[in-house]
């Protein structure tokens, strides 16, 4: 029986492949979904994925997570770096939690260095471009279905 994961992407990331390529590349968040779901298919995981520019949007799939989803890999986007909402409900979950960025945060502005949500994940992806999600998903399958 396929298990679902949510991938949770934050504001602004509606615009990927649209906008400043240079940084976040030339995939749009449609190309990330497909990879991601044959990457999990590979490991018996069905994605959902998401995507909003609210806050509370981003609070309420985590919370419908408990219930229907065994993970959740998240792009917070800026919501990263100062959302507490959105780490007390990742709190509030008990799966595994996969942290994605597509750039490396740490080459960039020191307000990008600090994250809340990293406080939760027990993964953090930065700097992979789109494939961190890819790389993401088959962790996620090992966390899953091989973690003791
Ligand atoms: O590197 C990442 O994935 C980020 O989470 C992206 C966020 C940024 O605030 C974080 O510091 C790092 C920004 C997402 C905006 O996405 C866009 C994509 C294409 C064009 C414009 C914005």
């Known amino acids: 029986?396929?298990?679902?994961?949510?991938?949770?992407?934050?504001?602004?990331?509606?615009?990927?492949?649209?906008?400043?390529?240079?940084?976040?590349?030339?995939?749009?968040?449609?190309?990330?979904?497909?990879?991601?779901?044959?990457?999990?298919?590979?490991?018996g995981l069905v994605i959902e994925m998401m995507q909003s520019n609210h806050e509370g949007q981003i609070v309420d799939w985590i919370h419908t997570a408990r219930d229907v989803a065994a993970g959740i890999i998240i792009n917070p986007a800026a919501l990263t770096h100062y959302s507490i909402a959105v780490l007390d409900a990742l709190n509030a979950f008990d799966g595994p939690v996969i942290e994605v960025h597509i750039s490396q945060v740490h080459k960039r502005e020191s307000f990008r260095h600090r994250s809340y949500v990293s406080l939760r994940a027990d993964a953090v992806m930065a700097g992979f471009g789109v494939h961190g999600y890819v790389l993401a998903t088959q962790h996620m399958g090992h966390l899953i279905n091989d973690a003791p």
């Open 1 to 43: 029986m396929p298990k679902t994961i949510y991938i949770l992407n934050g504001p602004n990331l509606n615009l990927l492949g649209k906008r400043e390529p240079e940084i976040y590349g030339h995939d749009t968040l449609a190309d990330v979904e497909a990879q991601c779901a044959a990457a999990g298919a590979v490991v």
